[in-house]
């Protein structure tokens, strides 16, 4: 197994795609480290994974509660890490929080949240993380993103806008750090079958409770998708889009940036139902 005997550290862990990460690495032998705000839930998820674990290795997992909006927490909770398995090899940056909004109905304070929560909190604990990752040899960080890290939307302005930022730190210390063994691997998820759409803030900040406008039916299941994204981890991918007709998108708009502009206008002319 890959990751056998290995520290992989799960950020977003209480559900979804960060969930079914933290079994892809208890499935490939490493200890798992599950880091989000709900404690209940991260318990949840400890006792799935261990259960998992125990199929294939001893039962190794730390809950570690953390909000990536408090980055004065995170020495603390690399020091943590450190302390319990003494070494870290795959941090995986999936917690965030997704939006719906027009600009012009959207406050200042709305665009703070999403980037303190989707950019500055992931580049703030890769940061923190850089000296245990690297003590052993190198590790990997893994950065779950979006297709929107490609490209805008109706309604979805400041959580692209999040998203494109993580691609331009990461794409960036990626160069920094391989001469300390350290990869980078960005993934960039479609639409994929999780609670992320209905806890979506609105343009007051309050969750909307409800699927995305543009939701296509037969959307990718989290487990699939957490396997794609272990894969492209334990091949070194640098990035990997997964989905749909929202993941092919992204060549068309490189390529035929007219065409994807027009097939996005009539994809996205129905207005959202909140509106």
Request: glycine letters at 8%.
């Given at each position: 197994m890959w990751a056998k005997g290995k520290t992989a550290w799960v950020t977003g862990a209480s559900s979804g795609i960060g969930e079914e990460l933290a079994h892809e690495m208890a499935r490939a032998?490493?200890?798992v480290v599950l880091s989000a705000r709900g404690e209940k839930e991260?318990?949840?998820v400890a006792r799935e994974v261990a259960r998992v674990a125990r199929e294939v290795a001893p039962e190794t997992t730390l809950v570690l509660p953390l909000d990536m909006r408090e980055p004065a927490l995170f020495d603390d909770a690399v020091g943590a890490v450190r302390a319990r398995f003494g070494r870290l090899d795959h941090l995986i940056l999936n917690a965030g929080v997704s939006q719906r909004?027009?600009?012009?109905?959207?406050?200042r304070a709305i665009d703070e949240i999403l980037m303190r929560t989707n950019f500055l909190g992931p580049a703030?604990?890769?940061r923190a993380a850089l000296p245990l990752l690297s003590e052993d040899g190198g590790g990997r960080i893994t950065v779950v993103s979006s297709v929107l890290g490609k490209y805008g939307t109706v309604s979805k302005a400041s959580y692209a806008a999040s998203k494109h930022a993580l691609h331009g730190f990461f794409d960036s210390l990626r160069y920094e750090v391989e001469r300390d063994g350290i990869g980078v691997t960005i993934a960039c998820p479609g639409v994929v079958e999780t609670d992320i759409a209905k806890r979506a803030i609105g343009p007051d900040g309050e969750p909307l409770g409800e699927a995305n406008a543009y939701?296509?039916?037969g959307?990718?299941?989290?487990?699939?998708?957490a396997r794609l994204i272990a894969r492209a981890i334990e091949t070194g991918?640098?990035?990997?889009t997964i989905g749909g007709v929202e993941a092919h998108a992204v060549a068309l708009k490189r390529h035929f940036p007219r065409l994807f502009s027009l097939a996005h206008r009539i994809y996205?002319?129905?207005?959202?139902k909140w509106s």
């Open positions: 032998g490493a200890n991260l318990a949840r909004g027009y600009v012009s109905e959207t406050t703030a604990l890769a939701k296509r039916p959307g990718m299941s989290a487990a699939r998708c991918r640098e990035e990997i996205t002319r129905k207005k959202p």
